[in-house]
């Protein structure tokens, strides 16, 4: 702006007296100026700070192996590759979220048939087969893996990658919340918290009235994980904790999961009860574990499958206990209807109304009917 002008002399004149206007009053523009200046920084600085003030800080989650990761808010895409774990995801409400992911249609159809929004994922891909290229590619928000040393190597590609580990029904509760509190929604907190409600009355409930059982009525019973290659599963596994829980003894007198085995060893540790994982299928008729008494007396049953396998390391553990513990102490639980509990579980938990037939096949192990078409209302996540 100019400054004010100041007022001009008039000439004078003889005749007639000089006469002045009145002065003009002095201002100054500096307060405006600075007022102006003010206004223009502010708007600069709206202009160019909002991608730091509105975007939330990182979660930062302690993983299953003790390593601190910083998880964006953004919920962006997430990569499941520990195939025990998509339930617990998809449980959680992560499943429209689900971009890559361990588990696939012909290895898990219940999965599939009851959450569609999964069928549009990378299915399939496991840690072993994973790129972490590819991952960064597809802009993964968060990863899920079973061990340790891939969640690092992940990590090192920069990827924000948590280790979910777990073999005790109480690892199985700290994978929980750690899932929880990366996907970091409401819903996941409280079905996180009404789980953790669910089996602490579980494993009450079987406590209690196993509490007075001596050590020789508790059965020895075997797990069979596979049949060709023979497998079993051992000590240090979530089997080996269900069957505790339940009332039994692992027959199995090697560590881990899926070990190795021959039929003449099984023979010489002649269990009591016999369990085979769903996916194992059936013992055929000439099989040399056909000369154990526990199959020649009916004492054997193929585990149930729903979701995911029951048996192994999913959330449908919760099922698992109430299942094994009717079947190896059916006299003390005789008031479990192991179909109503199911039914619940997965109203509550997965917001899925089964059809009796469909509880009938995921108790037997069997997929779901091929000709099966009645649409499922999918919940949105």
Known sequence: ???????????????????????????????????????????????????????????????????????PQDNGPIADLWYAHNEITVMLGGAGRIAVSAESPTESPWLFRFFPALLKARTGIRPDTASAEDLL??????????????????????????????????????????????????????????YHQRMAETLTLLHTRLASLPEQNRPRVLHIARLEPLQVDGGNTLVDAWITAAGGRNAATVSGNHRPVSAEQILAWNPDI?????????????????ALPALQTGRWWRNPRGIFAWDRYGCEDLLQLYWAATRLHPELFADIDIRSVAFTFYQTFFHVNLTDDEMTRILSGNPPAPDNARERKEKSH
């Open 137 to 194: 590619a597809r802009h993964i928000a968060l990863v899920f893996v079973s061990s340790r040393a891939k969640a690092e190597e992940l990590r090192r590609a920069g990827l924000p990658a948590l280790s979910a580990e777990y073999a005790t029904q109480a690892d199985l509760l700290r994978s929980l919340d750690m899932t929880a509190q990366a996907l970091g929604t409401d819903e996941a907190t409280r079905t996180a918290a009404l």
């Open 274 to 290: 016999v369990i085979v994982d769903a996916s194992a299928g059936v013992v055929p008729a000439t099989s040399p574990l056909m």
């Open 1 to 71: 702006m100019t400054a004010p002008q100041l007022p001009i002399a008039q000439p004078h004149h003889a005749s007639h007296p000089a006469r002045h206007p009145p002065p003009r009053p002095r201002f100054s523009h500096r307060p405006l100026r600075h007022a102006a200046c003010a206004v223009l920084a502010g708007l600069l600085a709206a202009s160019t700070l909002p991608a730091y003030a509105d975007t939330p800080p990182p979660r930062m989650v302690t993983d299953m192996g003790g390593a601190v990761v910083s998880i």
